[in-house]
């Protein structure tokens, strides 16, 4: 009689292998120790690695015009304040309206598929910018069309972030998307750190470099993106998160809230440079860089403080000292006096970039006292919670980019209507006092149960 034929179960898919074309990943399960530990892991950080390469060119693309605005006068544009204020206010405003978008078209195509598109869109504006700068002729309507193309940039940051999220177990995602986030973010230093030096040609300025020293680096990003990156079948986006985050009060009031930091970090990233060439001609563009790296690497710092001391508590503290550092502003602009100036928006900076941090921690925080409020404590409660606060999420993180649009604009209407910076500066001391009282009364306030969970 024939031995009974044995049949071995199938092996599980090794993690990372791809099970259709267009590497495509059918299986993917980080929660799984074993299969994280077994390839999981370095897929993940792979994908993490090129992600934040490709999120770094859009941040520099969406500030490159922040650093090229102030040196249009010296190749020969004639260019009036307001029109400066609305070459580099315009980009952010394209930028955050793309944000949502963005996020959606990552299950929609694939993370790779779309890292590859929002890459190569950022070509348009690079090109574009090579040719219109070359050109003193051009037109305030082109130049302001080409300026805005420049938003394509801003909405790589809401698809990388969206992407990188599906591929870390919960344990390690916030620390993947601060990478993410941290590395996209130094992008606006480090073009106004670079464009300077690229451009720079003995007496003049060569600007049209401004534009063609990223086309090698996109191409490169792109190639990188269809090589080695992935698409994950089991990202799958549930639109309807945004539908129950519209609906509950705490997503506006801290959208509200995320305007005054990260919308301050980057209107105030994209206006300094100007500022500085307006203000203190004498000093030139060789600092100009330095607040948005100040408020990039401060970031995470907020994250850490709001674990420890609740991440209202220090936006509250922030808040504080952004009016400060508006009001020593103020003070600088009345004396000339650059050490105090520069000093005081150093200061400005580093509060922009904690508060980015500690308010995106009250998020989650935040939404979670609101289910338990509600009796959503078992497993469906919480899953439903944590869609509404990712939801949150996507909204405030496009709502607060408005703020790069609002800061350019306010000094810019300061400057036509008074001749000075300083309105505008006082304006923004009193947003940041409301916004202080807000996160008071709401998330601070002794005796609610915000408070006592140091949300």
Not at 2 to 21: E, F, K, L, Q
Not at 48 to 61: D, K, M, N, Q, T
Not at 196 to 205: K, S, Y
């Amino acid at each position: 009689m024939a031995a009974p034929t044995t049949v071995a179960a199938p092996a599980a898919p090794t993690p990372g292998a791809h099970a259709r074309p267009g590497r495509w990943i059918d299986r993917w399960d980080p929660e799984d120790p074993v299969f994280w530990r077994d390839g999981g892991r370095r897929v993940a950080r792979r994908n993490l690695v090129l992600s934040i390469f490709a999120e770094f060119l859009g941040f520099c693309v969406w500030a490159v015009w922040s650093i090229v605005v102030p040196q249009l006068p010296g190749a020969g544009f004639a260019l009036t304040t307001d029109q400066m204020f609305w070459l580099i206010a315009l980009p952010s405003l394209v930028g955050a309206t793309l944000r949502i978008p963005y996020t959606l078209a990552v299950p929609v195509v694939g993370g790779r598929n779309w890292t590859m598109v929002s890459a190569s869109l950022l070509l348009i504006p690079a090109i574009a910018m090579t040719v219109v700068v070359q050109r003193p002729e051009t037109s305030f309507g082109v130049l302001l069309a080409v300026a805005a193309l420049a938003g394509f940039g801003g909405g790589n940051f809401a698809s990388s972030m969206a992407n990188i999220s599906f591929f870390f177990p919960e344990k390690e995602k916030g620390a993947a998307l601060g990478w993410n986030a941290a590395g996209g973010n130094v992008g606006t230093a480090a073009v106004q750190l670079a464009v300077p030096l690229v451009i720079a040609t003995g007496a003049g300025v060569a600007l049209e470099r401004a534009g063609l020293m990223f086309i090698p680096f996109i191409v490169l990003a792109v190639v990188l993106a269809w090589r080695f990156m992935d698409n994950l079948s089991a990202a799958k986006a549930d639109p309807r998160q945004f539908g129950v985050a519209v609906r509950e009060p705490h997503t506006w009031v801290i959208s509200f809230l995320y305007i005054g930091t990260f919308g301050s970090f980057i209107g105030f990233s994209g206006a300094f440079p100007t500022l500085l060439a307006g203000q203190f001609p004498e000093v030139g563009l060789s600092l100009a860089f330095m607040g948005a790296l100040v408020g990039s690497v401060t970031r995470p710092l907020g994250g850490i403080l709001a674990d420890r001391l609740g991440g209202a508590v220090v936006s509250i503290v922030c808040y504080a000292v952004m009016m400060a550092g508006a009001i020593g502003a103020i003070t600088a602009l009345g004396n000339h006096q650059f050490v105090l100036f520069f000093s005081s928006f150093m200061l400005l900076f580093v509060a922009t970039g904690v508060g980015n941090g500690s308010v995106y921690r009250m998020i989650p925080a935040a939404f979670r006292v609101v289910g338990e409020r509600r009796g959503r404590t078992d497993a469906a409660g919480l899953a439903a919670t944590a869609k509404a606060a990712a939801g949150c999420i996507g909204i405030a993180g496009a709502i607060g980019a408005f703020g790069g649009f609002l800061i350019p604009r306010g000094f810019a209407v300061s400057s036509t209507l008074t001749g000075s910076l300083v309105a505008a500066l006082w304006l923004y001391v009193g947003v940041y006092a409301v916004m202080a009282v807000v996160t008071w009364a709401v998330y601070a306030r002794r005796g609610t149960e915000m408070a006592e969970a140091r949300v």
